[in-house]
């Protein structure tokens, strides 16, 4: 019996070390890494951005909530795009949006607006657009323009403009 409790315990004190430094060095590991950033829409939110003060923001109104994407992919030649445009819930009873996409030209205002949306309530979705003309095959680079409004009085307020790469194929 005491020869097979010397075997037991001479087996079970390396394993119980190994165990031991492993989590050691699994907790280094974890301790070392840089904190994963948060991703919204494309947009990587800074690591150290802090909410508000006590003492800041007294009276002031909620922020727009806003969902985007960052790249689009389209069959060619199609007049009827199906996208997924949508003003999230978050934004009830406070702001409207509007969509629209623009390519880059040559004109007077600088840009050729591809389509236009109408005010789209919160928690609504727009699944297609109808382009102002058809695309031929290839890789454009688009800005997408989202304004919000206030919903009391129509009012635009700041808006977002975001670079999508839209690949027509």
Same mark, same amino acid.
């Given at each position: 019996m005491k020869k097979k409790s010397v075997v037991y315990i001479l087996?079970? @004190?390396?394993?119980? $070390?190994l165990l031991i430094? =492993?989590? @050691?060095?699994?907790? @280094?590991?974890?301790f070392m890494q840089e #904190? #994963? !950033? %948060?991703?919204?829409?494309g947009v990587v939110l800074d690591p150290s951005?802090?909410?508000?003060? #006590?003492?800041?923001?007294?009276g002031s109104s909620p922020g727009v909530? $806003?969902?985007?994407?960052?790249?689009?992919t389209i069959p060619p030649d199609i007049d009827t795009v199906p996208i997924d445009l949508y003003n999230p819930i978050e934004n009830n009873g406070l702001y409207y949006m509007t969509? /629209?996409? %623009?390519?880059?030209? =040559?004109? /007077?205002?600088g840009f050729e607006v591809l389509f236009k949306t109408g005010y789209v309530a919160p928690g609504k979705h727009i699944y297609q657009v109808t382009l102002s003309h %058809?695309? #031929?095959?290839?890789?454009?680079?688009? !800005?997408?323009?989202?304004q919000p409004y206030r919903m009391s009085d129509l009012t635009p307020t700041n808006n977002v403009s975001a670079v999508v790469k839209l690949t027509v194929k």
């Open positions: 087996f079970s @004190i390396p394993v119980a $070390v430094f =492993d989590f @050691i060095m699994l907790g @280094i590991v974890l #904190p #994963p !950033q %948060r991703s919204t829409g951005a802090v909410d508000e003060r #006590p003492d800041e923001g007294q909530t $806003v969902a985007g994407f960052s790249a689009l969509f /629209e996409f %623009r390519l880059p030209d =040559d004109s /007077e205002e %058809r695309l #031929p095959a290839g890789e454009y680079t688009v !800005q997408m323009l989202i």
